[in-house]
């Protein structure tokens, strides 16, 4: 079965920095669109961050643009999200996900059809 762990997550400061990882077993990300997606309790799922599979277009939701960065590394079959100057309100249970669905936005979560099983981010003082 294809899987995908994600690893990186704990708590942090506000203003401090954590990096999640995305890794895959059983097949190569490469060939695929990669989002990572954040719930935190008592909200919906959102999308946070989207890399496609080529030419590497990197899209972002609003409330994180200029703090986090999405990258690829093939050669390790991992995509990365570097969140920096993070604060209370980027607390949530992350996500990545792989699809290759056409047809459906870089946040729209029909378009990736698989997913981790989430790493806790938590940032307080």
């Known amino acids: 079965q294809l899987q995908l762990v994600e690893s990186g997550g704990g708590l942090v400061q506000p203003g401090g920095s954590l990096r999640l990882s995305c890794a895959a077993s059983r097949f190569t990300l490469g060939g695929y669109r990669i989002g990572w997606f954040r719930q935190a309790p008592g909200k919906e799922r959102e999308g946070v961050s989207c890399?496609?599979?080529?030419?590497?277009?990197?899209y972002y939701t609003d409330s994180v643009k200029g703090r986090f960065t999405i990258s690829r590394d093939n050669a390790k079959n991992t995509v990365y999200l570097q969140m920096n100057n993070l604060k209370p309100e980027d607390t949530a249970v992350y996500y990545c996900?792989?699809?290759?669905?056409?047809?459906?936005?870089?946040?729209?979560?029909?378009?990736?059809?698989?997913w981790g099983q989430g790493t806790q981010v938590t940032v307080s003082s």
């Open positions: 996900a792989a699809g290759r669905r056409e047809g459906w936005g870089p946040f729209s979560a029909s378009g990736y059809a698989y």
């Open positions: 890399i496609t599979s080529s030419p590497g277009t990197t």
